[in-house]
């Protein structure tokens, strides 16, 4: 078969079948970007072609979420909740997965059940009693509750990464160190963490992109409106009563997902990996 | 497990010849205090903020509890209650076909998708990246895109469908129950479909190249090689995919929230959602904690599977 019947082939059997795949993955991301620029005299016009923008680019949905809104106090809200939490889940979850890769101890293996358990628990199971707990630890309507809460389902992936993660570096390096005399926690910061820098990357990379695109626990727990995190701020103080701005809605869709897509471009291999080690480990 | 391992270092100790007892307490002595410190934060913070709202959860479901109040024992009243109620079994069912429907969609189109990743050359990053984005992207915010797709008088995909002469009225999606329903399990699919395509295509690239190699020269055809070698060979990795999204599919909240709040007539509420309006919309904090609770039976049952499959997986390496 020559190479240019084959290419041709692989146009059919392939190209074309996975065409649709990524148009229907793509197209509501196109379309919300498309209809965040469009005049609401086109956008609430059913004659035009909806598919496009045929009268014309206008950022004005843009500038009335940054001057009528909170926008900016929601995108700066979820930066802070998400950095927060990323830096605890993180830390939290090297510490834990250590001992669980590498040492040998009474309740280890309980530890690692208990540690897979809490991660496959669904944030929409406990979070009826977590409001109790958050309102009696004083942190309702403050971004610490976030801060805090978010490491229950954060800590547990992170771990268990971590852990698959650190398994894979051989064992001799650090017992060469531990011969040098590092004791354990040396041996953990100098010689296993800069070999393990992508599994780190890895898990606060997923930390991160979880926090900002969490919804239920900021929902619930924080109702003052400069208070709330992108996801929530955009739905709700958005759409008031009956009246619903869909240019201002998808510009605030736009924005909010744009750091993580910005992320994901430039970590694309990270995100792969730590998707499958997830499920697959 | 931890037997054995014990069992292990013992046996290494002896053939090594030193005193067993004594290197055994070194053994287990010297790495015991440190690991309890590394592990100590994480697992306060999980005893605090998982177990114990777990443990509060469950005094709540055999309470009155309301917003404020901590309420009476009233035994299993709240469930009792539940299961006599309408909305409840309507929640119930709902969340049965909402679960069954949306796996089913992902599992086969997933492989589908899997099956032609594995074998693209050109723009494959590309392609696998473009799949891949409505699985990063805020659920919350790309579920907003959806509900204006389906908006009852600009929706585009209504707007097509009359273009293309398929339907001459309005189809109102998000009115209708059933189309409710349909629309809600379409885009929990959407967002899905990447983790089931990506965790099946890593199985598809672990399958050694041999084993299709030899099935070819047996004169094996397409059909029979994805019969008898993938499938056989995926079954370990669709049994975690199928099961790990399972759990995540049958607890969402924020496609049903934003979509249609459970309605119309409650025909799209998820134990989630009703637990939402029951215990935080209406104060019935009791009667909330129960609906949820629900998913902790179906919770186990996924975890105990899971940990059968890796403890097997474990053992065959």
Redesign the interface.
Known sequence: MSSRRRAWR?VFT??M??AP??F???F??Y??AV?SLKKNAE??D?TTV??WIGRGVTFGHYQLLSSDTLFWSWFLNSLLVSLGATVISV???I??A???AR????G??S?G??????Y??????????????VTKLGLADSLWSLI??Y??FL??FC?WLLMGYFRTVPKEIEECAMLDGC???QTLIRILLPVAVPGVICAALFAF?LS??E??YAL?FVSPAELKT???G??SELIRGDI?Y?GG??A??CI??LP??IA??FF?DY??SG??AG??K | MRLRTLNGEVAKVAARGDAPPRALTDVLGRDTPIAYTFIAPAFFLLLFLVAYPFVLSLWFSLSDARVGETGHWVGLDNFRKLLGSDTFRQTLQNSLVFTAAALGAKTIFGMALALLLFRIGRFKRLIRGAVLLPFIVPTALSTLVWWWMFEPLYSVVNWTLKALHVVNRDIPWLPDPYLAMFTVVLVNTWRGLPFFAITILAGLVAIPKEMYEAAESDGAGPAARFWHITLPLLKPVLAVVILFSAIFTLADFNIVYVLTKGGPINMTHLFATYSFQIGLQSGQIGQGAAISLFLFPILLMIVFTQLRLVRKATTYE
């Open positions: 692989g392939l190209y079948p996975v795949f990524v229907f993955a793509l509501p991301l379309f919300m209809t956008l609430y059913t909806p598919f830390a939290l979850g510490l834990a250590y001992p669980l040492l040998k101890f009474p280890g293996d530890f059940v208990a540690i897979f358990i809490t496959l628990v669904p944030p929409s199971l406990l979070f009826l009693p977590l409001t109790t707990v805090v809460t490491p229950t800590v547990p771990t004791n354990r926690a992109t900002w695109n919804f239920l619930v992108m996801t929530v955009v739905y619903y869909w809605l998808m605030g869709a909010g997902s993580i897509v994901y471009v694309l995100y792969v998707l499958t499920a697959v």
